[in-house]
């Protein structure tokens, strides 16, 4: 009752105090930075490593429990998890809101380094690290789609994805979807059987085969010039002279015992669309990032 009576006998200065307020906060309405999108720190880090054809039970005791041992050393750790499936490793990390995230993710790059030697050696790729970064989260998504072939649509959305990146502020541009090529190397296990020659020797054969390695230098003259062995594939044809073995003192070709065939990867996602109809595999998508700027 004290403030509603003081308010009445002071009117002129309630009403200047309403209308101050009012304008304060409209300055700072108009002055405060919003976003879209805000980047938003989540304090997890995800530890991912593949390793295709070995079963969760095995990808735990291979995968998932040495690198968990070096983790918990970490401080400022407030959880671990992991998860094993088959051919896949998860370990989530979740630290402290007070920690720094990129000093978080070093450390766990740092333990995930001391762990690679408790891994596998046959191991295909390096475990994978990430954050949670919502600035990485696409803007804008352009579909493409029309009366044309799949391999068609995927050259549209590659030119459309340079077009993009070169827009200011954009930060990267990602397409999914659509048709990669891929080079098919079928061998007749007929004509493998009867030379009785180990898949391996085969493979081997094409992966030396595709290289560019330098070779040293060479001094002509006065000068001294670096020498490279450009052997990588330029036409799919040329994997048809690669020597494929040696039998009898005669070469025996790899067009002798495959075919080769220049198509496509198999899609592995395919996406409704807006009409809940399964959309086409080779329809792509562009993705549009705003830039901001991350200290590393």
Request: net charge negative; aromatic share 6%; glycine share 4%.
């Amino acid at each position: 009752m004290i403030v509603n009576q003081l308010a009445l006998k002071r009117q002129v200065t309630v009403l200047a105090l309403l209308v101050a307020v009012v304008i304060a906060g409209l300055y700072a309405y108009a002055t405060l930075p919003r976003e879209s999108f805000p980047d938003i720190t989540i304090p997890y880090v995800f530890v991912t490593t593949n390793y295709e054809g070995v079963a969760p039970q095995d990808m735990e005791e291979l995968i998932t429990i040495p690198i968990e041992r070096k983790l918990k050393g970490l401080a400022d750790v407030e959880e671990i998890r992991s998860t094993s499936a088959e051919g896949i490793s998860t370990v989530a990390v979740k630290f402290l809101p007070k920690v720094d995230i990129d000093d978080a993710v070093q450390k766990v790059r740092e333990k995930v380094d001391q762990a690679k030697p408790d891994l596998p050696p046959d191991l295909p790729d390096d475990p994978e690290i990430l954050e949670v970064n919502f600035s990485d989260l696409p803007v804008i998504r352009v579909v493409l789609s029309g009366p044309f072939s799949l391999r068609r649509l995927q050259t549209f959305a590659e030119e459309f994805e340079d077009r993009i990146e070169s827009i200011q502020g954009v930060l990267d541009a990602r397409l999914t979807g659509g048709l990669e090529r891929e080079i098919h190397v079928e061998f007749d296990l007929d004509r493998v059987g009867a030379y009785n020659v180990p898949f391996s020797s085969l493979i081997n054969a094409v992966t030396r085969s595709n290289v560019n390695m330098p070779s040293g230098s060479m001094d002509i003259g006065q000068g001294k010039y670096l020498v490279r062995v450009p052997e990588d594939f330029k036409h799919p044809s040329e994997i048809f002279s690669i020597v494929a073995f040696v039998r009898d003192a005669k070469p025996v070709y790899l067009r002798d015992v495959a075919t080769i065939q220049d198509s496509f990867k198999d899609p592995l996602t395919r996406q409704p669309d807006q009409r809940g109809e399964e959309c086409d595999p080779g329809r792509a998508e562009a993705q549009r990032r705003e830039h901001r700027p991350r200290h590393r």
